[in-house]
């Protein structure tokens, strides 16, 4: 929840501006819905793409506050982040309702970001493994096979997020790497091998070559250090540079 729609638009300009030579990554964006907008009339002409930050699963009806997934389209959105670990711990995000939006984002020709993760109590308990496990299971129940192909999942250990603290680059691979045989083993290896899987938790400049050089880490989700726009095509720079594609 930062920026206003001109504080938005300021920031979305100046990083396509930074980003303009690359062509290999590929760069979303997503502001709070009142910044929607503006930002996609900035990010005109330019290879970014813009997403949401949530999104409800009926169409339209009498749900006041709730934004849908053809209102997220119309205003130009082609992403939508669901599942986010604020969503889950302040706002009663279930598995379930991700499931919902989940199918609801396909249904309305968006490309869901699901993201997944375990908090600090969960990881030093030794759940991390089940508490992804069921996050998956859960959120992609009944998601038919071309929705599939088209999701991405983003790895955010609760623990690391807006705290400084960030996975090794091997705790965050070991994660990945169990999501993508997980994946494989339900719903297949052509799906799970195409799978881009991101790492959100702390992300910023100076970690974000060693975590992409980790073999099952395609991308990131990045959080305080996309609020200032020389941070974050810092981020998408090296990302170019490891051969990596989506951030």
Same mark, same amino acid.
């Given at each position: 929840?930062?920026?206003?729609?001109?504080?938005?638009?300021?920031?979305?300009?100046?990083?396509? !501006?930074? *980003?303009?030579?690359? &062509?290999? *990554?590929?760069?979303?964006?997503?502001?709070?819905?009142?910044?929607?907008?503006?930002?996609?009339?900035?990010?005109?002409?330019?290879?970014?793409?813009?997403?949401?930050?949530?999104?409800?699963?009926?169409?339209?009806?009498?749900?006041?506050?709730? *934004?849908?997934?053809?209102?997220?389209?119309?205003?130009?959105?082609?992403?939508?982040?669901?599942?986010?670990?604020?969503?889950?711990?302040?706002?009663?995000?279930?598995? *379930?309702?991700?499931?919902?939006?989940?199918?609801?984002?396909?249904e309305g020709g968006l490309i869901p970001v699901m993201c997944v993760g375990e908090s600090e109590a969960e990881r030093e308990a030794?759940?991390?493994?089940?508490?992804?496990?069921?996050?998956?299971?859960?959120?992609?129940?009944?998601?038919? &096979?071309?929705?599939?192909?088209?999701?991405?999942? #983003?790895?955010?250990?609760?623990?690391?997020?807006?705290?400084?603290?960030?996975?090794?680059?091997?705790?965050?691979?070991?994660?990945?790497?169990?999501?993508?045989?997980?994946?494989?083993?339900?719903?297949?290896?052509?799906? #799970?091998?195409?799978?881009?899987?991101?790492?959100?938790g702390s992300v910023k400049p100076a970690n974000i070559a060693g975590l992409m050089a980790m073999g099952d880490i395609d991308g990131?989700?990045?959080?305080?250090?996309?609020?200032?726009?020389?941070?974050?095509?810092?981020?998408?720079?090296?990302? !170019?540079?490891?051969g990596k594609g989506g951030i």
């Open positions: 929840m930062f920026k206003t729609g001109p504080e938005a638009a300021e920031l979305a300009g100046r990083l396509k !501006s930074l *980003v303009s030579d690359i &062509t290999d *990554v590929d760069v979303m964006v997503a502001p709070p819905f009142t910044a929607l907008g503006v930002v996609a009339e900035i990010l005109q002409g330019s290879a970014i793409n813009l997403g949401a930050q949530d999104l409800f699963w009926e169409t339209e009806g009498a749900y006041t506050g709730q *934004v849908s997934a053809p209102m997220l389209r119309a205003a130009g959105c082609t992403h939508v982040i669901i599942g986010h670990s604020e969503r889950r711990q302040y706002f009663d995000e279930t598995n *379930v309702t991700v499931n919902r939006k989940v199918k609801a984002a396909l030794g759940q991390t493994f089940s508490v992804i496990q069921e996050q998956l299971k859960e959120g992609l129940k009944a998601i038919a &096979t071309d929705g599939l192909q088209q999701l991405i999942i #983003a790895y955010e250990p609760v623990w690391a997020i807006g705290t400084g603290k960030t996975a090794t680059n091997e705790q965050a691979q070991e994660v990945h790497k169990f999501i993508r045989d997980w994946v494989e083993k339900a719903c297949g290896n052509s799906i #799970a091998n195409a799978l881009r899987i991101l790492y959100g990131a989700l990045v959080g305080g250090a996309s609020l200032d726009a020389e941070s974050f095509a810092g981020i998408v720079r090296p990302c !170019s540079e490891a």
